[in-house]
């Protein structure tokens, strides 16, 4: 539960905003999804595949896979509704990072949030690429998994951290950016998740997601602990769903920074009237796709009368009926 002292105790989780009725999918976010490796004689190729498929179901317009060439026809195999964004590789399927930034450049200009990190190794053009999108300052960035492993590697990281981002770890990832942060906290306690969370993403400056039991999102002012869930979610592939699930929520409902009213005196900014198609912020979003997450997995538990055996893909398939339900709370 949230302690009692923590503003977010007394935050209810809010709605998850209703959609245009005579939207298209131009209207409800273009996520771009960045993972997946060709090198060192590995092919990850499902977790950005099962990112794009939560993304999907979370009810993003448009969804982008970007991975090494050699596996990108793959990843479209598994989500096929999902469009192709080739990244250039070496001989070894190795990550050409000069190449690819011009890439990951024009998929961050036309993305409303960018998931990277799925199955993406940490090689040294993976790294950079990670490095890359939360130099930026422009749009949303959910990072995941080896992107938070590769950032882990960056000396003094918090100088170069300006993305409006979200950061999903599990308690090893965790640990990997706790040591060069300097954050002593363990993240397999409650107390110790909580403090952890909120020193993290206080030294970062964005949204901390610590996975597991009681996942945690902190924007390091407010804590909030999630109470819904099953054990059923401990498999692989379900971090993966939860990033791209996140990342359509964000897509479709938080602000893409302006940086012409950024600039702006604080008096200024204050009068410009917020956007009512986009009314969430950065933590509330991760909150809302963390809550239908969990509910997701106990709908499958209680479905199949089970307690394992889930499937990361068929899992995301639940999705839908529960934002539904979300939108009329």
Known sequence: M?????????????CLPPRDPAGHKGVFGTVAVVGGCASGGRRMVGAPALAALGALRGGAGLVRLVTPRPVLNAALVIAPSATGVALPVDADGAIIAHEAAAVLDGVLADADCLVIGPGFGTDDGARAMALRAVQQDTTPVVVDADAINGLSQVPELWRDFRAPAVLTPHPGEFRRMAGPLRINADPTTHEGRLAGAEEMAQRLGCIVVLKGAGTVVSDGHRSWVCERGHVCLATAGTGDVLAGLVGAIVAQFVPRPDPTVS????????????????????????RIGVQAHAIAGERWAETHR?????LASEFSDLLPEILAAMRAC
């Open 306 to 310: 089970a307690d394992a055996g889930l």
């Open 263 to 286: 600039s702006l005196p604080e008096s200024l900014r204050a009068r410009i009237p917020a956007d009512p198609r986009r009314p969430l912020s950065l933590f509330d979003a991760a």
């Open 2 to 14: 949230n302690r009692p002292d923590d503003p977010a105790a007394s935050s209810p989780l809010p």
